[in-house]
């Protein structure tokens, strides 16, 4: 018989997202007629934008023609949009970072797994609490982890954010090498303000820790003071590597795109000291390990940065934007404490009456059929907390809330 991985047998079973389903599916068994509103996964609801439609079928159409066919592309993303991210993403906010930089990807879940193949197992990492799961699971795979005890996995360094630090991670007292960071944050809806980015920056070049910054929800950012890219801060391109996706603000979720930034002069350490170009080893991982997102879809993604495609995503992120205005407004108006929706898809929200964030669940299914994600499962410090997601209809916004309001301010 094979051996298998035997840190797979480590992982906590995928227990937040399928309990959920168990209590919603037991409660719909006895109550068939209940009208239960979702509001608990981070998947867009709104349809592809129309720039984004069109040339994915003017590519397919392409893909038809035997001159104008495609194979394999390149392993790192065509340049042509790859040029486009460098400039409109990057160049026009002051940050010098260029096409070959930027590697194109099926996804950003991916890419925060993947990267752990260039890294040694000898790392101390850091990840906040809450947090996105797959930064934690992906490193109990690897092997960079010990049993998971208490809550947590032996190993690796938790910082919380909660209400007492306003959310933003506090910089650990001891040296880190890796550190995982993600804003605006899923799933507390913060922010880090340039000045708190700085102060990472400093630290990780100090310690000579390298930064793995989540920039998923980027396009949420409404406040012009916040950074949208760690690379605004200077020194970060020394020390850290950004992941960006197509999912959030243009609907990308099932049609898959994304992209990695790892700069040019970011170095790693080998076992014999020397130092060694961390680009070059996510290259050659890139290059051996995938082979490229579909001509079609890229097509796709580069109709994000046309100006019909950059009115549409503004247009559908501050469609979202403002569900999670209406959630926090209805939710603070019925005495709840919420925090983020403002400039993130996310309301974080502080479980009434001090109960624990399951029972909150169920009193929100039971009394309001609505459903939301309890907070303790995205880490201990979540405990208390619960995830209200905008990514939904308006209509099964305003029913969620008004079905919330009536029962809580009853
Ligand atoms: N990063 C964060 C913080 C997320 O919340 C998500 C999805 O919910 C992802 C990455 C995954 O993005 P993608 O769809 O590009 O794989």
Not at 6 to 23: S, T
Not at 164 to 169: D, I, L, V
Not at 257 to 275: E, H, I, R
Not at 382 to 403: C, H, L, Q, W
Request: with cysteine.
């Amino acid at each position: 018989m094979a051996t298998i991985n035997d840190n797979y047998l480590k992982l906590k079973a995928g227990y937040l997202f399928p309990e959920i389903a168990r209590r919603v599916s037991a409660f719909a068994a006895d109550h068939p007629d209940a009208p239960i509103i979702k509001l608990g996964i981070g998947d867009v609801t709104e349809p592809l934008p129309a720039a984004c439609r069109d040339a994915i079928i003017e590519a397919t159409k392409e893909m038809g023609d035997r001159s104008t066919f495609k194979g394999y592309g390149p392993e790192q993303g065509y340049l042509w949009l790859r040029d486009k991210i460098a400039q409109q993403d990057f160049q026009s906010r002051g940050c010098e970072i260029d096409a070959s930089e930027i590697f194109i990807s099926d996804g950003s879940k991916c890419d925060c797994g993947n990267i752990l193949d260039i890294f040694g197992n000898d790392n101390k990492i850091a990840v906040t609490d809450p947090v996105y799961p797959v930064y934690v699971d992906t490193n109990v795979m690897a092997g960079n982890t010990g049993e998971f005890q208490e809550g947590r996995y032996k190993g690796l360094v938790y910082l919380p954010i909660t209400a007492e630090n306003n959310f933003t991670a506090e910089i650990p007292r001891e040296k880190v090498d890796l550190i995982y960071l993600c804003f605006p944050n899923n799933p507390t809806g913060a922010t880090a303000t340039k000045e708190h980015l700085k102060a990472w920056v400093d630290y990780a070049q100090q310690h000579g820790s390298l930064i793995l910054f989540d920039a998923a929800y980027e396009a949420f950012i409404s406040d012009p003071d916040l950074p949208h890219s760690i690379y605004e801060i200077e020194g970060a391109k020394d020390c850290a590597i950004e992941f960006r996706s197509f999912s959030k603000n243009a609907g990308f979720t099932g049609t898959r795109c994304a992209f990695t930034v790892v700069p040019q002069n970011l170095m790693g350490k080998a076992q014999d000291g020397s130092a060694v170009k961390i680009w070059q080893l996510w290259n050659r991982r890139q290059c051996t390990k995938f082979n490229g997102v579909s001509y079609i879809v890229q097509r796709g993604a580069e109709a994000v940065y046309s100006q019909a495609g950059q009115a549409q995503i503004k247009e559908l992120v501050s469609f979202y934007l403002e569900n999670a205005k209406i959630i926090r407004e209805q939710l603070t108006a019925a005495g709840i404490a919420v925090y983020g929706g403002i400039n993130a898809p996310y309301v974080w929200v502080k479980t009434a009456d001090g109960l624990s964030s399951w029972d909150f669940f169920d009193k929100l299914l039971f009394n309001c059929n609505v459903v939301g994600t309890p907070g303790s499962g995205f880490g201990a410090a979540g405990e208390g907390y619960f995830r209200i997601s905008a990514f939904n209809s308006r209509d099964n916004v305003n029913e969620a809330m008004k079905r919330i309001t009536e029962k809580f301010t009853a």
